[in-house]
T-cell receptor, first 114, second 116 residues
């Protein structure tokens, strides 16, 4: 079956622009996670959804970052007024349920802010 | 807070050599431990996992044992192949959180290159 998909795969933005990154999880997966991966580093947690409920957003680095999953399936990560330090790969992962199940990762969106 | 310290790379080995990538962790609860692998041009994939002390995870010839006494989860393989060239990430999920949010905390990754 289809895995986790993300779009766009690459995004170049000028500093100050708003961007929206999309994640399509595996069908039926209840849990959805967003991570940020800076160059040469491991992914870092941003936020977590269980169905449409955002249960943890403790990793969002500033109030410029906003995520939603209105119907409990597709999720969008929005970054307002992008800054150069936002340049990173943004990873989405989904799992069947939050407890004890494997997270399946998408290919990521590479965001470059000029 | 939770953290994972991983052996720094890059690591270059000849084919059929033995591999060990060290990983130690700090956690406040009862973590599950994972190794993820990222092959060139592909997304992160789960390689193996262990959910409690003394458990051994294994897959594709790789093994790692959950050692609570040394807070370690070292990745080992007896004979590596060129196809094992990838970036390897050690990670933990801490089940301290009551609602079961199993967010992953990752190490910085180790780039492994196997030469024929």
């Amino acid at each position: 079956g289809a895995g986790v998909s993300q779009s766009p795969r690459y995004k170049v933005a000028k500093r100050g622009q708003d961007v929206a990154l999309r994640c399509d999880p595996i069908s039926g997966h209840v849990s959805l996670f967003w991570y940020q991966q800076a160059l040469g580093q491991g992914p870092e947690f941003l936020t977590y959804f269980q169905n449409e409920a955002q249960l943890d957003k403790s990793g969002l680095p500033s109030d410029r970052f906003f995520a939603e999953r209105p119907e409990g399936s597709v999720s969008t990560l929005k970054i307002q007024r992008t800054q150069q330090e936002d340049s990173a790969v943004y990873l989405c992962a989904s799992s069947l349920a939050s407890l004890g199940n494997t997270q399946y990762f998408g290919p990521g969106t590479r965001l470059t802010v000029l | 807070g939770d953290s994972v310290t991983q052996m720094e790379g890059p690591v270059t080995l000849s084919e059929e050599a033995c591999l060990t990538i060290n990983c130690t962790y700090t956690a406040t609860g009862y973590p599950s431990l994972f190794w993820y692998v990222q092959y060139p041009g592909e997304g992160l994939q789960l390689l193996l996992k262990a959910t409690k002390a003394d458990d051994k995870g294994s897959n594709k010839g790789f093994e790692a044992t959950y050692r609570k006494e040394t807070t370690s989860f070292h990745l080992e393989k007896g004979s590596v192949q060129v196809s094992d060239s990838a970036v390897y990430f050690c990670a933990l999920s801490d089940r301290w959180y009551g609602f079961g949010n199993e967010k992953l905390t990752f190490g910085t990754g180790t780039r492994l290159t196997i030469i024929p």
